[in-house]
């Protein structure tokens, strides 16, 4: 499995920006991909989750702002994010992993501990 993000960069406060991951070699019939964060000193934090029946999770600190979507096609995932904020810089991390069975025939997605990283594409938010 290979995961690669693109689309990080430097934004005035109130600005946007899409990030993108292309996966490859993924091939779970139900699954989770995600997007983290982190910044220096700090620890990772789960950014939005979507799963392969398109339901999504986000972090309260970004709901509204921030939306995830997927391109199944191509096994890519994207992140919309506008009216950034400072406190929005870090460095973004697209994860996936294979969904967990947990019972009663329902999957659910970990909120963190994936199997797959990328390498990383870095968000500069400045005043």
């Known amino acids: 499995v290979q995961l690669v993000e693109s689309g990080g960069g430097s934004v005035e406060s109130g600005g946007s920006l899409r990030l993108s991951c292309a996966g490859s070699?993924?091939?779970?019939?139900?699954?989770?991909m995600g997007w983290f964060r982190q910044s220096p000193g700090k620890e990772r934090e789960g950014v939005a989750i979507?799963?392969?029946?398109?339901?999504?999770t986000y972090a309260d600190s970004v709901k509204g702002r921030f939306t995830i979507s997927q391109d199944k096609s191509k096994n890519n995932l994207y992140l919309q994010m506008n009216n950034l904020k400072p406190g929005d810089t870090a460095m973004y991390f697209c994860?996936?992993?294979?969904?967990?069975?947990?019972?009663?025939?329902?999957?659910?997605?970990?909120?963190?501990?994936?199997?797959?990283w990328g390498q990383g594409t870095q968000v500069t938010v400045s005043d």
């Open positions: 994860a996936a992993d294979e969904a967990q069975y947990s019972g009663n025939y329902e999957y659910t997605c970990r909120a963190d501990e994936y199997n797959y």
């Open positions: 070699g993924f091939t779970y019939s139900r699954y989770c």
């Open positions: 979507i799963a392969s029946d398109g339901s999504t």
